[in-house]
C-alpha cells in the first residue's frame, strides 16, 4: 500500500488570514488568532486555534508570525526580451522618448535566445516566489508572429511554477502590419492561434484606442474561445472605450486595468462573474489616474490585485508593493487589498484551490515578519515575507 502523505502542523501564528468567513473572527478573512494549520502533502487539512492543532508527524514555529494565503498574480508579461530603463527614464525625467514603446521589446524578444527569455522568465518567478507569491499568470504578446508567440508559450508552458498561460497576440499591431490591421487580426485569430492554442489557457486582447477596437477584439475573443481558450480582455486602460463591456459580453473571466469606467461599467461588472483586475504598478509607473477600487467594491463588483510586471509600464514583481499602493491610492481597506491580491486573484483565474488557507486548498502560505497583515501596507516598502510555503513545501 502506498504510505500516506507526511503531516506538518504549522503553530504559533499570531493571525492566520484564511480568506473563509466560517473561520476565526467571521469576517471575510476569516481570521484565527493565536492559530495553526496542517498541512498533509500538498494540501492543507486543518486550520485552528493552536491549543487545538491535531498531532502531526513534523512540527514547525512560525515564531508569532501572520500567515496569509500565498499571493495570486493574475496578470504578468514576463515573456520578454531587453531593457526600457531610457524609457522609463524619460517619462519621469518629463522629456519626449520615441524609441518604441512595445514593439522596442518586441524586436529585442525576436532576437533573443531560447535560452535567455527562459533564463528571465525563471528569475522573475523567483523574485515573485521570495515576495510570497506561489501563483503567477504570464502571457505572450512580445514576439506577434505565430513563430515567436508560439514559442514563448510553449517556453512557459514547460516552466516549473508557470501554471496559468495566456495567449496575447492581440497585444499591439506589428509594424510590418501597420498599414493593414485587419489583416493581422486576422492572423491573430487563425494561424497564430492554432499555433499556440495548444500551450495556453487563457486569450487576451488589448481592446484600446491605437491598439485593438471592440470588432477586432470580438473577433479575436471568439475564435479563441472556439479553441477552448477562456477569454481575459485589457479594458478601459487609457480611456473610457468598450472593453469592459465586451469582456462582460464574451464572459471573461476577467477585465483588467479598469482604469476609467462609467457608471454602465462597474454596473455591468457587478452583475458579472467577470473580475474587475486592477494594476496600481502601472499607475504608479506612469503617473497615470488610480482606478477606484471602492466605488467597484460598493458596487457588489469582485475586484482582483495583479502586479503587470512588464518592462514597459510596470516593472515591479512585487505584490506587497501593490497592496501598499492599493491602500493608500485606490481607496481600499488593509483587509480589502489583501483579499484582492489572494482570493480575488484567484477568481480571477477561476481557481478554488489557492488564495485561501482552508482544507482542501493547495498549502500556499506567506509567514510575515509581523504579527498582523496589516503590515503589508502599514510598511511599505519592508521585506515582510520571512517565510513561503508552496504546496507545502517550504522554500
Not at 20 to 43: K, R, W
Not at 185 to 208: I, Q, S
Not at 368 to 393: F, I, K, M, N
Request: hydrophobic share 40%; aromatic share 6%; net charge negative.
Amino acid at each position: 500500500m502506498p504510505e500516506a502523505p507526511t503531516t506538518c502542523s504549522i503553530t504559533n501564528i499570531a493571525a492566520l488570514v484564511t480568506n473563509d468567513p466560517a473561520q476565526g473572527d467571521g469576517s471575510p478573512l476569516g481570521i484565527i488568532e493565536d492559530a495553526a494549520l496542517v498541512i498533509e502533502g500538498d494540501t492543507v487539512a486543518w486550520v485552528g486555534p493552536t491549543h487545538r492543532a491535531p498531532a502531526a508527524d513534523q512540527t514547525h514555529d512560525a515564531g508569532g508570525k501572520a500567515a496569509v494565503p500565498g499571493f495570486v498574480d493574475s496578470h504578468s508579461h514576463l515573456l520578454y526580451a531587453g531593457d526600457r530603463t531610457q524609457e522609463f527614464n524619460a517619462r519621469m525625467s518629463g522629456r519626449a522618448y520615441t524609441a518604441g514603446g512595445i514593439r522596442t521589446t518586441v524586436r529585442a524578444t525576436r532576437e533573443a535566445t531560447d535560452e535567455a527569455l527562459a533564463a528571465t522568465l525563471a528569475a522573475h518567478l523567483r523574485e515573485m516566489r521570495a515576495q510570497g507569491t506561489t501563483t503567477v499568470e504570464t502571457k505572450s504578446g512580445y514576439g506577434l508572429s505565430p513563430e515567436h508567440e508560439a514559442r514563448a508559450l510553449r517556453m512557459a508552458a514547460r516552466t516549473p511554477g508557470m501554471e496559468e498561460v495566456t495567449y496575447l497576440g492581440a497585444h499591439i499591431v506589428p509594424p510590418e502590419y501597420a498599414a493593414d490591421p485587419d489583416a493581422y487580426t486576422a492572423l491573430v485569430a487563425g494561424d497564430m492561434l492554432d499555433a499556440c492554442a495548444p500551450y495556453a489557457r487563457w486569450v487576451d486582447v488589448f481592446c484600446e484606442q491605437g491598439a485593438f477596437d471592440e470588432d477586432q477584439s470580438r473577433t479575436i475573443l471568439t475564435a479563441g474561445k472556439a479553441k477552448g481558450l477562456i477569454p481575459r480582455v485589457h479594458a478601459n486602460q487609457l480611456t473610457h472605450g468598450p472593453g469592459v463591456q465586451l469582456a462582460v459580453e464574451v464572459g471573461a473571466a476577467s477585465a483588467d486595468h479598469c482604469t476609467h469606467l462609467t457608471d454602465a461599467d462597474v454596473e455591468a461588472l457587478a452583475g458579472s462573474s467577470t473580475v474587475a483586475t486592477l494594476l496600481p504598478g502601472c499607475e504608479f509607473s506612469t503617473r497615470a489616474v488610480y482606478p477606484d477600487a471602492r466605488r467597484l467594491l460598493e458596487a457588489g463588483a469582485t475586484v482582483a490585485l495583479s502586479t503587470d510586471c512588464n518592462p514597459g509600464s510596470s516593472y515591479t514583481s512585487s505584490m506587497p508593493f501593490c497592496i501598499a499602493i492599493a491602500v493608500r491610492e485606490m481607496n481600499m481597506t488593509p483587509d480589502q487589498a489583501l483579499w484582492s491580491a489572494t482570493a480575488g486573484g484567484a477568481q480571477a483565474l477561476r481557481r478554488t484551490d489557492v488564495g485561501r488557507l482552508t482544507p482542501g486548498c493547495r498549502a500556499d502560505i506567506a509567514l510575515l515578519d509581523a504579527p498582523s497583515h496589516v503590515h503589508l501596507s502599514y510598511r511599505p516598502g519592508v521585506p515582510l515575507v520571512a517565510e513561503v510555503w508552496q504546496a507545502g513545501v517550504r522554500g
